[in-house]
């Protein structure tokens, strides 16, 4: 039998995660556990690389992602679920990676960008753009590399790094005249981008997401604020579900074909209030996630559980990193 080509993906424990990770993410991952040999990280590391000063919900945020994976359906029967800084292969992988990358790879890194200016607005003139901070996409690259993977299931805002591993994996190869690394390539899923209630990214830092595990109050409440058409004023006005800038593309995930034939003929025709409209879509998404919403509290009071799926994790993909860093080390020639 062939072996099952690697995946590798992660995420960073910053909070409970959102439904742009889901439906950007998380719903791909359980598609894909069935046909991969896949290693899912909680990336701890990057979470202090904007929030090395906050670190009292951490551990706490650990087990809130994996609590949201697990609930969703990733199965650690199939899957391997890990904490980085359980692999201390990884940050060895990360200083040789960081000597082959040209400087100005990294620093045109236009995530890199968008973080920085978050952190200026965040403090002003005190920000500091941190060492840890402009050598992520490295470590990035580490993460993927340290068990050669194949492919890295991503929402598009992370495309760029898994090309920025692309370019590293070729540039290790030729330094060191080798075929040892894969040029791994991202997977995106049919929502590669879903919009906060404001209309921009969904993002656990932007104040704009819906969590998975958010009760029905909160998410009703969250969802009566979502943008519609601006340009409608009064609810029989004529609306235009192509111009609705939050509530209708979140129909398009959860509503029917028909359903939505519908919505769009009755909200042209002025007869289908937003409010209405909006009212109705959190009854839908609150149905879709009654379920995960119950797994998640099963986990919330089972830890112990939690705690032995990450060992089993850490210990499978930890061998797997520990024998690529002895090819790394060889094939750069070290002592
Ligand atoms: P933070 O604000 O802390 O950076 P985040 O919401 O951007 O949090 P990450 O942990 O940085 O979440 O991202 C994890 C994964 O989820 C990445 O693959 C990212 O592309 C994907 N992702 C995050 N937000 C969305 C979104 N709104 N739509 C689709 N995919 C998303
Ligand atoms: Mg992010």
Redesign the pocket.
């Known amino acids: 039998m062939e072996e099952q080509k690697r995946i590798m993906?992660?995420?960073?424990p910053?909070?409970k995660l959102?439904l742009?990770?889901y439906?950007?993410?998380i719903s791909n991952w359980v598609n894909l556990q069935n046909d991969y040999d896949c290693y899912f990280s909680v990336?701890d590391w990057h979470a202090l690389t904007?929030n090395y000063d906050k670190t009292e919900q951490l551990k706490n945020n650990v087990y809130n992602v994996i609590i949201d994976w697990l609930a969703c359906g990733i199965n650690p029967e199939k899957a391997t679920i890990f904490v980085q800084s359980k692999i201390p292969e990884i940050a060895e992988l990360n200083i040789y990676l960081g000597m082959v990358t040209p400087q100005n790879w990294v620093e045109r890194d236009p995530t890199l960008k968008d973080m920085a200016k978050i952190l200026r607005n965040k403090d002003g003139q005190n920000s500091q753009i941190g060492f840890g901070l402009m050598g992520y996409p490295v470590l990035m690259s580490a993460d993927i590399l340290a068990v050669n993977a194949h492919y890295v299931p991503?929402?598009?805002?992370?495309v760029a790094h898994v090309e920025l591993t692309r370019d590293m994996a070729r540039r290790f190869n030729n330094v060191y005249k080798t075929d040892y690394f894969n040029e791994p390539t991202p997977k995106l899923n049919n929502?590669?981008?879903?919009?906060?209630v404001d209309g921009s990214?969904?993002?656990?830092?932007?104040n704009n997401?819906i969590k998975i595990s958010d009760d029905e109050e909160t998410t009703q409440k969250k969802i009566m604020q979502c943008i519609t058409d601006r340009s409608r004023a009064r609810k029989d006005d004529l609306g235009h579900p192509d111009k609705c800038e939050v509530a209708f593309k979140y129909w398009q995930i959860f509503g029917s074909q028909e359903e939505l034939q519908n919505i769009e003929n009755e909200c042209k025709a002025g007869q289908r209030g937003c409010a209405d409209c909006k009212r109705q879509l959190a009854k839908k998404v609150n149905e879709y996630f009654k379920d995960i919403r119950e797994r998640r509290k099963y986990y919330e009071n089972h830890l112990e559980e939690v705690d032995e799926i990450v060992q089993k994790g850490v210990e499978k993909s930890r061998k797997i990193s520990k024998k690529i860093l002895e090819d790394v080390r060889n094939i750069v020639g070290m002592y």
């Open positions: 993906s992660g995420m960073r910053t909070g959102h742009g990770h439906f950007g993410v990336a904007t991503v929402g598009i805002d992370q929502c590669p981008l879903l919009c906060g990214k969904m993002g656990k830092s932007f997401d």
